[in-house]
């Protein structure tokens, strides 16, 4: 499972998995945009994330017969 994060680059310090900062060298930055984006692996399991700054994330997964994703926020 995985979660792609995209957030402001000046709050990339701030965003929270699993009340763990996300390590700086996971985000790249998104062109001149001012946004930077992560590809996070994800353990099983239920997880939060958090930032003083407002973020988007996708989560998904797959195995061999289903595959599932949805963005942050809600569930299926």
């Given at each position: 499972?995985?979660?792609?994060?995209?957030?402001?680059?000046?709050?990339?310090?701030?965003?929270?998995?699993?009340?763990?900062?996300?390590?700086?060298?996971?985000?790249?930055?998104?062109?001149?945009?001012?946004?930077?984006?992560?590809?996070?692996?994800?353990?099983?399991?239920?997880?939060?994330?958090?930032?003083?700054?407002?973020?988007?994330?996708?989560?998904?997964?797959?195995?061999?017969?289903?595959s599932?994703?949805?963005?942050?926020?809600?569930?299926?």
């Amino acid at each position: 499972d995985f979660v792609n994060v995209v957030t402001p680059t000046a709050a990339i310090a701030d965003v929270k998995l699993v009340g763990s900062t996300v390590p700086a060298g996971e985000f790249s930055q998104i062109g001149a945009s001012g946004y930077s984006g992560a590809h996070l692996d994800l353990t099983e399991g239920s997880h939060t994330m958090r930032s003083s700054a407002p973020f988007g994330i996708y989560v998904y997964g797959f195995d061999f017969y289903d595959s599932d994703g949805y963005p942050g926020g809600s569930a299926h």
